[in-house]
């Protein structure tokens, strides 16, 4: 069985963070191990409390899983500090992992900014430089390449300021364009690769960045090549988007294993 690992923070409601991502990893056939970078008291109406892990144990988690799984692809989600995040970089080199997905995990669906600017700058000079892909959302492309959240900005334009930072892939997840079709764009240096999906009308996203993300890392496990990953990715969260998970009294989940259930 194929491995990945997933190293992020604990989403308690069970919808995103570590918990989408084991899920997801889970839904393709793969095995997932994680790493846990920060603690989240939250549940489908919001963030209540958060804490992130010491730099000590997240460490000791890495060089654990590391030096004893095989992993043939490795993503990240919320790292929570500067600390924590080269910590990561430093032992994705130490170990030679391949096929790393970054997904830059920094700014609230409200806008807000969730990393510090040390924080982003490390993200950005240390991790991303490694990736085989990045999978940011408009606003942190946006931060990611030093512009305001609130400047209107095409897909090509923040994709090719990305690729500069180094990584192979970039994809530029359109998901917060407004519009009745969901684009999302991939960049090599050279080509530009559109992938579109019906927008699916409801409030019930939480966690799709982390699983799409995930599914990323996934398909890349099972040794797909970058464009069919992306392809199989995108048909993955669209259906979960569709299935959705009514579990919460806010805005809920996707639902990570709706593909599962339409084989019964």
Do not use: W
Not at 29 to 41: D, F, P
């Amino acid at each position: 069985m194929k491995q990945a690992l997933t190293i992020a923070g604990s989403d308690s409601g069970g919808g995103a963070g570590i918990q989408a991502d084991l899920k997801t990893m889970t839904a393709f056939g793969v095995y997932g191990a994680s790493v846990i970078t920060a603690i989240t008291a939250q549940n489908t109406l919001g963030v209540q409390s958060f804490e992130a892990v010491s730099i000590d144990l997240v460490s000791k988690q890495l060089d654990s899983v590391l030096s004893d799984l095989d992993f043939a692809a490795l993503k990240t989600g919320m790292l929570a500090n500067s600390k924590i995040i080269k910590i990561v970089a430093e032992k994705v080199k130490e170990y030679k992992v391949n096929n790393l997905v970054v997904d830059p995990v920094m700014v609230a669906t409200s806008g807000d900014i969730l990393l510090a600017k040390e924080a982003i700058t490390t993200i950005k000079d240390k991790l991303i430089p490694l990736a085989k892909i990045i999978t940011p959302n408009l606003n942190e492309a946006k931060v990611l390449s030093g512009r305001r959240i609130d400047e209107e900005l095409s897909l090509e334009v923040l994709a090719s300021e990305l690729h500069k930072l180094g990584c192979e892939y970039v994809l530029v997840k359109g998901g917060h364009q407004k519009g009745d079709i969901a684009k999302d764009l991939l960049f090599d240096g050279v080509d530009f690769v559109e992938y579109t999906a019906k927008r699916v009308d409801t409030k019930d996203t939480h966690g799709t960045g982390c699983t799409l993300s995930a599914a990323i890392a996934s398909n890349l496990a099972l040794g797909y090549d970058i464009k069919e990953t992306i392809e199989r990715s995108k048909r993955y969260i669209t259906e979960a988007i569709k299935a959705g998970c009514k579990v919460g009294k806010g805005n809920n989940p996707v639902n990570h294993f709706s593909r599962v259930y339409s084989l019964e």
